[in-house]
């Protein structure tokens, strides 16, 4: 994490704004973005994924979506424009770096009004859009505000960026995984029988918080028992039992950046019918591990860990792939599945996480983030898989 410092500190009673990325980063990532446009016959593009928007300029305000956005990005040639209103344009004078050149424009009415009025002042004829982001209604109005300007649906134009991880962002990374380790670690230790999934799911979410979290990554799963068969489940008023697997899937989130990871454990003694699918899951996950490497592909990295479930006679169990990338979402590109279209670079983050899941009975799935290498992958999460089972 980089910050930037005031020429003379003792000149403000405000301390320096603290900046996730450096201005070079920033600088590059908008020349690379202009770059793309340039090669699709774009002269713009509106960027409307909040996560996108801070990759590129670094300002981090919350969006309450579909219909709440703390601003909107309009990247042109030789300008860049912040939509924003009110309630954000303290927040972006802390955030933004002035020499970026960025206009903050406060909007007094509706959104699209203001987008549009942008781009019609700087004469933009070929707008790119992202259409797995912007809805239909704000485009329809920006549309037919826009006469003299065609809509351009786009994909791909920043993620691709935000797959590699610079050494910044795995600085943050790794200390989110550090915090959900250490949560888990500690909290794991503390379940008993007679609690509530609820109750051991906030447990969690609490120790995330006080080891200095922001806040937690994605709802907490504690899925015990038969509920564990539910890959996502949903923490209830189930009580944790002996002898019931518990499916524990949480993650930290912190400056932005999320972390990620599941553990299943057993209260008590346990059962041969769970030792048997724990230790199958466990060997699939260590053979994804041990396998993944940059220029796999992304349904190679997926078969590593299928195939040791598929022999062991439990492959229609397997219901989901493999992993994803996570980052500033907790699930983004690229990904480990059988239909990935995806190949592995140096630096992406991938989770690792295979799982068999069992109705009326529960479920198994060991979940790691890797950061893929050259030559192997290094597992970032490392907190107790309990292999004596």
Request: glycine share 10%; charged share 25%.
């Given at each position: ?9 003792a ?5 320096a ?99 549009a ?136 989130r ?19 019918k ?27 990295c ?20 493999l ?54 992958a ?12």
């Open positions: 994490m980089t910050a930037t410092q005031l020429a003379n500190p000149e403000t009673e405000h301390a704004p603290e900046r996730l990325y450096s201005l070079d980063a920033l600088k590059t990532r908008i020349e690379r973005v202009r770059a793309e446009l340039d090669a699709r016959g774009l002269d713009s593009m509106l960027v409307s994924h909040p996560q996108n928007r801070n990759y590129l300029i670094g300002f981090g305000g919350e969006d309450a979506p579909p219909l709440d956005t703390a601003g909107m990005l309009l990247v042109g040639p030789d300008s860049l424009v912040l939509v924003t209103d009110g309630r954000y344009t303290i927040q972006a004078a802390g955030e933004l770096y002035p020499e970026l050149g960025i206009e903050v424009v406060a909007r007094q009415g509706r959104v699209a009004t203001a987008i009025e942008q781009v019609a002042k700087r004469k933009y004829k070929r707008l790119g859009f992202e259409t797995a982001h912007l809805l239909h209604m704000l485009w329809r109005s920006i549309d037919k505000s826009l006469p003299d300007t065609d809509l351009i649906p786009v994909t791909r134009v920043v993620e691709p960026l935000r797959m590699i991880k610079s050494n910044d962002e795995m600085a943050i990374l790794r200390k989110a995984i550090t915090i959900s380790d250490q949560a888990f670690n500690i909290v794991s230790k503390r379940l008993t029988p007679g609690m509530t999934e609820k109750q051991a799911a906030w447990d969690i979410e609490r120790t995330m918080r006080d080891l200095g979290a922001d806040e937690r990554a994605f709802g907490t799963i504690m899925a015990s028992g038969p509920n564990g068969a539910m890959a996502h489940a949903v923490p209830g008023n189930r009580l944790l039992r002996e002898g019931e697997p518990i499916v524990i899937d949480m993650g930290a912190l400056d932005g950046y999320n972390s990620d990871m599941t553990r299943t454990i057993i209260l008590g003694e346990p059962t041969d769970f030792r048997e699918i724990y230790n199958i899951v466990l060997a699939a996950h260590l053979a994804a591990e041990r396998g993944i490497k940059a220029g796999m592909s992304g349904v190679e997926d078969k590593l860990a299928r195939d040791v479930i598929d022999a062991a006679g439990y492959g229609d169990t397997f219901t989901h792939s992993g994803h990338g996570i980052g500033l979402e907790v699930h983004e590109g690229p990904s480990f599945s059988k239909m990935s279209e995806d190949t592995m670079e140096e630096g992406n983050v991938m989770s690792v996480e295979p799982g068999i899941y069992i109705e009326g009975w529960g479920g198994v799935r060991i979940e790691d983030l890797v950061l893929v290498r050259h030559d192997d290094e597992v970032l999460t490392l907190a107790d898989k309990h292999p004596a089972y």
